[in-house]
């Protein structure tokens, strides 16, 4: 047996203005990064013997990382789609959207539609590749969908439709 694994799905290139600019903003911030992660391994480097220099090893290994995002953010940034516009029907869900749920016991759940490279579920961002999300596209209020998951299967009644960077709720 091989090792190979297949390509992951291509995700959405869409993305919102705040998110887009976080993104610009953290390439920025790894440039300068890297020009001071490469003065520390040049300093470390004359310190004699790379083999057994923790220094050296451990900046290293960082500019590798530093290396990996800035050319994983160099390539994904221009393929990306701003997403600015509130949609012609603000009823429905779409792109951007703060949906407020309500599930089967009653209780209240807010999500904010996004693309996938925004996720954050402290913020309460869901991607719109996400099963959820797929499920709440071009629905309205009032309207109630049905999820499976591995747990099984759950009814939402969609609550309201809000669009905005900020939270609503």
Same mark, same amino acid.
Request: proline content about 7%; glycine content about 6%.
């Given at each position: 047996?091989?090792?190979?694994?297949?390509?992951?799905?291509?995700?959405?290139?869409?993305?919102?203005?705040?998110?887009?600019?976080?993104?610009?903003?953290?390439?920025?911030?790894?440039?300068?990064?890297?020009?001071?992660?490469?003065?520390?391994?040049?300093?470390?480097?004359?310190?004699?013997?790379?083999?057994?220099?923790? *220094?050296?090893? +451990? &900046?290293?290994?960082?500019?590798?990382? %530093? =290396?990996?995002?800035? @050319? /994983?953010?160099?390539?994904?940034? $221009?393929?990306?789609?701003?997403?600015?516009?509130?949609?012609?029907?603000?009823?429905?869900?779409?792109?951007?959207?703060?949906?407020?749920?309500?599930?089967?016991?009653?209780? *209240?759940?807010? +999500? &904010?539609?996004?693309?996938?490279?925004? %996720? =954050?579920?402290?913020? @309460? /961002?869901?991607?719109?590749?996400? $099963?959820?999300?797929?499920?709440?596209?071009?629905?309205?209020?009032?309207?109630?969908?049905?999820?499976?998951?591995?747990?099984?299967?759950?009814?939402?009644?969609?609550?309201?439709?809000?669009?905005?960077?900020?939270?609503?709720?």
């Amino acid at each position: 047996m091989g090792r190979y694994r297949p390509p992951a799905p291509k995700s959405s290139p869409y993305i919102t203005r705040t998110g887009y600019d976080r993104m610009d903003n953290e390439l920025a911030a790894l440039w300068k990064r890297r020009a001071e992660v490469t003065k520390a391994v040049t300093a470390a480097a004359a310190e004699g013997d790379r083999s057994e220099n923790a *220094e050296y090893i +451990y &900046r290293k290994k960082e500019l590798r990382g %530093i =290396d990996r995002r800035i @050319r /994983y953010l160099q390539k994904r940034l $221009p393929e990306l789609t701003i997403v600015e516009a509130v949609p012609s029907d603000p009823t429905c869900v779409f792109f951007g959207a703060w949906v407020k749920l309500e599930d089967e016991q009653g209780e *209240e759940h807010v +999500y &904010r539609i996004v693309g996938s490279d925004e %996720i =954050d579920l402290d913020k @309460r /961002y869901v991607s719109m590749d996400a $099963p959820l999300a797929r499920a709440l596209f071009k629905k309205q209020r009032d309207e109630e969908i049905e999820i499976s998951t591995p747990k099984g299967t759950s009814w939402y009644v969609i609550v309201d439709v809000l669009y905005g960077d900020s939270p609503p709720y």
